[in-house]
């Protein structure tokens, strides 16, 4: 049976491609690594296909410099198909993962992280100043699906807090039962 480097079994397989257009202010390695653990320890190999930094023209830049939308479910917008644009032809199976500068809901209000997005892409949107849970939690929304609920939690011990930015530093949020129940049927996950 197939093992992560943590030791973890590997039941299903999670595939994602991350593609990054700001620097993250969190630690990257150490988000990468709780994601690794935590999906591990439900036995869903986190297999990443690709990590690419992705070089932008000045005028990408300043277009994409932050995601502007409202972050709805099972449709896409404009900002999110540029996204696409700037990896087609390098996304194979698996989820996204775009860590960006920012998200704005609004013009005021900003996003650690959105998971909406068109069924035919699966993808998330993680913003350089969310924390080290952020790409965690997000692709936990895509597994979950969108009809799922509650769609957030209240508790600083469970991934799926509404607002990352919540958990203490160094603790290891997990998902609950029904959680990983509903996880384990997403079709985003393949056999190992």
């Not at 690709?50 to 709805?72: F, N, R, S």
């Not at 998330?124 to 895509?142: D, Q």
Request: proline share 4%; charged share 15%.
């Amino acid at each position: 049976m197939k093992k992560d480097k943590h030791g973890n079994a590997c039941n299903k397989l999670l595939p994602v491609n991350i593609f990054t257009l700001a620097s993250p202010q969190f630690d990257y390695a150490k988000a990468i690594t709780y994601a690794e653990k935590l999906y591990g320890s439900n036995g869903i190999y986190f297999d990443i296909r690709q990590q690419m930094c992705l070089a932008l023209t000045e005028e990408q830049a300043i277009k994409l410099a932050v995601i502007d939308g409202q972050c709805k479910w099972d449709q896409n917008n404009t900002e999110q198909d540029n996204l696409f644009d700037l990896v087609k032809g390098r996304v194979g199976s698996g989820i996204s993962i775009f860590i960006v500068g920012g998200i704005n809901t609004d013009g005021t209000n900003t996003l650690a992280g959105c998971a909406g997005h068109d069924p035919s892409k699966p993808a998330v949107v993680v913003s350089a100043t969310g924390t080290m849970y952020t790409l965690a939690h997000e692709l936990g929304h895509v597994l979950l699906s969108s009809t799922f609920s509650p769609v957030h939690e209240t508790v600083t011990s469970n991934i799926m807090i509404n607002g990352t930015h919540k958990i203490p530093a160094n603790s290891f949020p997990t998902f609950n039962n029904k959680q990983i129940t509903q996880i384990l049927k997403s079709t985003h996950l393949k056999d190992c």
